[in-house]
């Protein structure tokens, strides 16, 4: 238990549906990120928030769409996904938004696939 | 673009061997950090090392920072069954916030 949870655990959704992968972190850090994990790829970072500002938004497509209501909260909007999305996407929070300086903690993933 | 290549990609080895899994780039870091992933579990930070050259040691793990600070190697001495797992390096680029990954390498120790 890192401190960090997220919902669902795993989740099949066609193309054309709309879903939502919500991430909780109870250390009372500053900085949430979204990353994907896909299979024989590196793990690539998507979003980076500070105090529930987007601070860094690596050329994501649009169908996917973050939201940090609070610093405790981060959520990943799904519309019109394609088959190569599916993946592990992962949700890390730290201290501070400082790359490798602060200790990231990761939190178990959201296992999807995109029929 | 930055690129973290870690070799080997899959590891299989019998309780009780040594084993060292490599991470090497042409780009510098400032930083350089160690996970690991189970199964169905996100990654778990082992160590950051930040100085060229630095070793540290974590019980049987052995990590260490090249003097360029473009590479790095993680030792396992008389790996255990629960050492099994993905092992990942990141680095960290100076004023960034963002960690370049490796692909990985994928450790299991048979009993």
């Known amino acids: 238990e890192t401190g960090v949870t997220q919902t669902p655990r795993h989740l099949v959704m066609g193309m054309t549906n709309k879903k939502s992968l919500k991430c909780e972190q109870h250390?009372?850090?500053?900085?949430m990120y979204w990353y994907k994990q896909s299979a024989k790829k590196p793990l690539e970072l998507m979003f980076v928030?500070?105090?529930?500002?987007?601070?860094e938004n690596n050329s994501v497509p649009s169908r996917f769409s973050p939201e940090c209501p609070n610093s405790s909260h981060l959520f990943l909007h799904l519309h019109t996904l394609q088959p190569e999305d599916s993946a592990l996407y992962l949700c890390?929070?730290?201290?501070?938004?400082?790359?490798?300086?602060?200790?990231?903690?990761f939190g178990p993933g959201t296992r999807l696939t995109v029929l | 673009t930055q690129l973290l290549e870690q070799s080997p990609q899959f590891l299989s080895i019998q309780e009780g061997e040594n084993l060292t899994v490599y991470c090497n780039s042409s780009?510098?870091?400032?930083?350089l950090q160690w996970y690991r992933q189970e199964p169905g579990e996100g990654p778990v930070l082992l160590v950051t090392?930040?100085?060229?050259?630095e070793v540290k040691k974590l019980k049987r793990l052995t990590f260490q920072f090249g003097d360029a600070r473009k590479d790095s190697s993680l030792h396992i001495t008389a790996a255990q069954p629960g050492d099994t797992g993905l092992y990942l390096c990141?680095?960290?680029?100076?004023?960034?916030?963002?960690?370049?990954f490796g692909k990985g390498t994928k450790l299991s120790v048979i009993p």
């Open positions: 890390a929070s730290s201290q501070e938004p400082s790359g490798g300086r602060d200790e990231q903690f």
């Open positions: 250390l009372g850090h500053n900085a």
């Open positions: 928030y500070s105090l529930e500002e987007r601070v």
């Open positions: 780009s510098v870091f400032s930083s």
């Open positions: 090392v930040v100085t060229g050259g």
């Open positions: 990141a680095g960290a680029g100076a004023g960034s916030y963002q960690l370049t």
